[in-house]
């Protein structure tokens, strides 16, 4: 079964940029859908951006729009996101997932089966 894993998280200031990166291993997640959510303290996991199986099509919660940028590397098995513009709000734990639902729609925790184990963006002076 293919596993996802996360890299790039990390502390940054108000207004810097990180990029994340999601690979695959014990698979493929080429011919999938991937997502990227979030979840801060006491809140539920939310949907951030998502792209489909050859990155033709991309999705973008209202609060990341213009500032973030999903992308995929099929040859690579990998798909990132490039994060600008921080702020304080955009502070959680940042998850990728593969959707091997056919059909489902992309911006829905429970359309997911494959999770990475996350990691952590702070944003803080």
């Known amino acids: 079964q293919v596993q996802l894993v996360e890299s790039g998280g990390g502390l940054v200031q108000p207004g810097g940029s990180l990029r994340l990166s999601c690979a695959a291993s014990?698979?493929?997640?080429?011919?999938?859908?991937v997502g990227w959510f979030r979840q801060a303290p006491g809140k539920e996991r939310e949907f951030v951006a998502a792209?489909?199986?050859?990155?033709?099509?991309?999705y973008y919660a209202d609060s990341v729009k213009g500032r973030f940028t999903i992308f995929r590397d099929n040859a690579k098995d990998t798909v990132s996101l490039q994060m600008n513009s921080l702020k304080s709000e955009d502070t959680a734990v940042y998850y990728c997932?593969?959707?091997?639902?056919?059909?489902?729609?992309?911006?829905?925790?429970?359309?997911?089966?494959?999770w990475g184990q996350g990691t952590q963006v702070t944003v803080s002076s």
């Open positions: 997932a593969a959707l091997f639902r056919w059909g489902m729609p992309l911006t829905k925790v429970s359309s997911y089966t494959v």
């Open positions: 792209l489909d199986w050859n990155g033709a099509n991309t």
């Open positions: 014990g698979g493929s997640f080429s011919s999938a859908p």
